[in-house]
Every structure is written in C-alpha cells, then in structure tokens.
Nanobody, 120 residues
Framework: VQLQASGGGSVQAGESLRLSCAAS????????MGWYRQPPGKQRELVAG???????EYADSVEGRFTISRDNPENTVFLEMNSLKAEDTAVHYC???????????????WGQGTLVTVSS
C-alpha cells in the first residue's frame, strides 16, 4: 500500500493551495483519512480528518480556512487550504486507516511529506 501526496508549494500569505493524497495497492477498505503537519522545529499535529461517511474534524487553527474532502472510489483525500498564513508553513503528511483484506487488521499508513511554505 502506498499513499502519494502532491500539491505542496510556495505561496504568499492570503493565497490558496490544494493538497491531494491517493492511496494505491492492496486495499479492501479505508475508514479514516486525514492530514497532519509538522512545522519547522515543532511536533507533528493534526490538521483535519474525515471518516468514510464524510464527517470532518479540524484543528482550531485552520477551522473556517481549510476544507478536507475525499473521493472514496478513487481512495483519495484532498485538503483545500485558503487564506494561508505564515504559520501554516510545514511539511504536510496524509494518513489513511485501512485494511488490506476482509477480516484483516486496521493499519495506519502515512504518505510522504509535501512542503507548504507561506511567505508573509
């Protein structure tokens, strides 16, 4: 199983970016998907998560600016980031909780990081 993240880049404060993360390989079912980020010199933190039914949760710092969504048939999760601030600068990681076959255990898989840099 692989998670491939894309969409990071460098923008000015106030601009927008859209991150994507597609899961591929042997996948039977994906429950939760989400995005974490790790700012320079800080610990990794949850940005947003979404369950298979589309119920989403956000960190207070991004509520109202970021929107998480997913395409279940494509096993893909998105993060629309608007009104970006300098403090949003971080390496962003996607996460998926899934099972590879019926009856198998749920496991968490991480994508490679994608860097978002916001200049003020």
């Amino acid at each position: 199983v692989q998670l491939q993240a894309s969409g990071g880049g460098s923008v000015q404060a106030g601009e927008s970016l859209r991150l994507s993360c597609a899961a591929s390989g042997r996948i039977f079912s994906i429950t939760d998907m989400g995005w974490y980020r790790q700012p320079p010199g800080k610990q990794r933190e949850l940005v947003a998560g979404i369950d298979s039914g589309g119920i989403a949760e956000y960190a207070d710092s991004v509520e109202g600016r970021f929107t998480i969504s997913r395409d279940n048939p494509e096993n893909t999760v998105f993060l629309e980031m608007n009104s970006l601030k300098a403090e949003d600068t971080a390496v962003h990681y996607c996460l998926a909780r899934m099972i590879e076959s019926w009856g198998g255990p749920y496991r968490r898989y991480w994508g490679q990081g994608t860097l978002v840099t916001v200049s003020s």
